[in-house]
């Protein structure tokens, strides 16, 4: 990006007449204006409190998976109960409830994690989750072992460039042998996103 105004710290030469400080002063600040701009944009969109920057910037967290059990073998697609946060209105519970829906293009990170316990398999087995793009593409997958013992957990964490109307949904998978729930639902499972550029 081309300045308006060239970075000049050099310190003035002898006294200058007030109009002339006036007028450094506001070149300065453009030029600090300018430069800031550049690492977060549309920061001084509001010109009397900039500090605002982040107060809507698009962010979600959801929590608590909505009473259910992950089948044995099987993909399913998780409800979530609780908007921990919403700053963009990307989130309706009360119709699609396993959705994060874009409302604003851009680069985003999304994150998910769920803990799971078998409901009565035995051995180890395999616990998965995938992050899924308008119904049918997934952006990224993590996958670990468990012990049925175990109250195991998952987490996966990506970048995406997303655009509005992009939708994101949690897939989770296991395959225990038998069904598997959702351990401390409020607070070992959790959906995430926020627009970072």
């Keep these: 990006m081309a300045y308006s105004v060239a970075w000049d710290e050099s310190d003035p030469a002898g006294s200058v007449p007030a109009n002339t400080i006036d007028t450094e002063i506001q070149e300065t600040k453009i030029a600090i204006r300018e430069r800031i701009e550049q690492v977060i944009p549309d920061w001084s969109d509001d010109l009397v409190d900039p500090k605002t920057i982040f107060k809507d910037q698009a962010m979600v967290s959801l929590s608590a998976p ?33 959705r994060i829906t874009i409302q604003t293009a851009g680069i985003y990170i999304v994150a998910a ?4 316990f078998s409901d009565s398999g035995t051995g180890a087995y395999l616990q998965a989750l995938t992050i899924r793009k308008n119904g049918t593409t997934s952006i ?20 995406a460039d997303l655009v509005a109307t992009d939708f994101l949904e949690v897939l989770a998978f296991q395959n225990s042998g038998t069904t598997a729930s959702f351990s401390n639902p409020s607070t070992g499972n959790q959906f995430w996103t926020t627009r970072v550029g």
Excluded at 91 to 96: K, L, M, R, S
């Design 113 to 116: 994690r769920i803990r799971l």
């Design 66 to 98: 909505a009473p259910g059990v992950v089948p044995h073998n099987s993909n399913y697609l998780v409800p979530w109960e609780t908007e921990d946060i919403d700053k963009n209105s990307m989130v309706d519970i009360a119709t699609n409830p396993e």
């Design 140 to 159: 990224a997958t993590a996958a670990a072992y468990s012990n049925i013992t175990d109250e195991a957990g998952v987490q996966v964490t990506t970048l």
